[in-house]
Structures are given as C-alpha cells and as structure tokens.
C-alpha cells in the first residue's frame, strides 16, 4: 500500500480536533466573562455532558493513541473515509458559524448568561440548534473516516444521548425565558435540519 490508511484517518482526526479547539477558544473566553444568571446542571445535564464527550472524544482518542481497541478495527473503503472527512470540514465550518452568530450567549451547558439574548440571526434563521446540527456531523463523519467499529461509532451514542436527553430541556429553558419570542422561533424554524427535523 502506498500510504496507511489508518494512519492518515487518524491524523485528519487529531488536526480535526486542533481546528475545532482553535474555532473554540476565542468565544470561551469571551462568553466566560458574562456572568451566569440560570445553571441548570442536573445528574441528567452531567450524565449527557460526560457521554458526549466520551463518545466523540476520549474513545476515539484511546484508540488513537493505545492498542486496546485495535481487536475492533475493520478494513474501511478509501471512498467513505474521503467522505468522512467532507463532513469534519462541514462541521468545523458549522461550528465557526454559530460561535460568529451566538457570540457570548454560548456556554457549554445549559445556561443563560446575565441580559442573555435570543439569536435567530445568522445560521439560527436556518435552524435552531446549528450546533447541534454541527455535533451530529462530526460523530456521522467520525464513522465515515475511522476504521474502528467502537472508535468510529461512539460519537454517535455519546452525542445522541446529550441531544436527546437535552433538547428538550433547552428549548423549556428558552421558552420560559423568551415566552412568545421562542415559541414563534419554534414555529418557522426547525431543530437541526432544514424542513426535516
Ligand atoms: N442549542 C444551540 C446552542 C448550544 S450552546 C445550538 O445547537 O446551536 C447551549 C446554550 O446556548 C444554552 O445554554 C442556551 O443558553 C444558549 N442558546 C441556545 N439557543 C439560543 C438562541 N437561539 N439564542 C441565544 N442563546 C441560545
């Protein structure tokens, strides 16, 4: 073989995470400076926060940098890992999207920061949970490109599981903060994805 494939998916994987750790870091700082007013962090909003980064970083990363999950590797086409990779750079370009448009309304959980404002400006006219839109192709794509059956496939249950046990939560916390102003967000926008979902 001309080069490793293994190898090469998982060097696209760690400049992935460098990238979206640099898109990151500016609107963490920032948006640390607003002072909270709600912080929701149940067992349930805990739970969801250790899964999802478990699943799209940590197991991953274990299979990167030990040999304790290499009993699961599989032989992927060069064809889907291309694919793989297309969806990172979306999600990547996604995420700079909403930190542009969210600014210093973002946290990492479920808050609302001090004169929180509601954005649909930006990618929010286009849904309402971009971010989470940007989450779920990067655990699709993190299946595309890595050739690891529990490496590849554990950001998709981690990630599900904040999503689904969170949206929810966020969009009561949003309406009982925003009233009218969310519900009729709600009604022309949807979640993640474009007149589907
Ligand atoms: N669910 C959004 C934001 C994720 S960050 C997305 O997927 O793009 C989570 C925080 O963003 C929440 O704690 C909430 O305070 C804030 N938030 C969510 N939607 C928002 C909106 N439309 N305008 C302002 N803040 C929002």
């Known amino acids: 073989m001309i ?6 998916a998982k060097i696209i994987w760690v400049l992935f995470i460098i990238t979206w750790g640099v ?7 920032k948006s640390r400076k607003v002072a909270k007013s709600v912080v929701s962090r149940t067992f349930k909003e805990r739970f969801s926060m250790i899964a999802s980064s478990l699943g799209l970083g940590y197991v991953p990363a274990v299979w990167i940098f030990t040999d304790y999950l290499d009993g699961f590797d599989y032989n992927q086409s060069i064809i889907l890992m291309i694919i793989g990779a297309g969806f990172l750079l ?3 370009r996604l995420f700079r999207l909403t930190h542009k448009a ?11 920061r001090e004169g929180h404002k509601l954005v649909t400006t930006g990618i929010y006219e286009t849904v309402r949970h971009p971010m989470y839109t940007a989450f779920w192709v990067w ?9 690891n059956w529990v490496a590849g496939f ?28 969310y519900e009729a967000y709600m009604q022309r926008t949807k979640k993640v994805f474009p007149k589907v979902y």
């Open 23 to 29: 898109i990151r870091y500016k609107p963490n700082v």
């Open 102 to 112: 969210l600014g210093k309304m973002w946290s990492h959980s479920l808050d609302l």
């Open 154 to 181: 554990s950001g998709l249950v981690g990630f599900g599981t904040l999503f689904f046990l969170r949206v929810g939560q966020e969009e009561e916390m949003m309406k009982a903060e925003f009233g009218e102003e």
């Open 90 to 92: 979306i999600s990547l």
């Open 139 to 147: 655990a699709i794509g993190a299946a595309f490109l890595l050739p």
């Open 3 to 8: 080069f490793d494939l293994e190898l090469t």
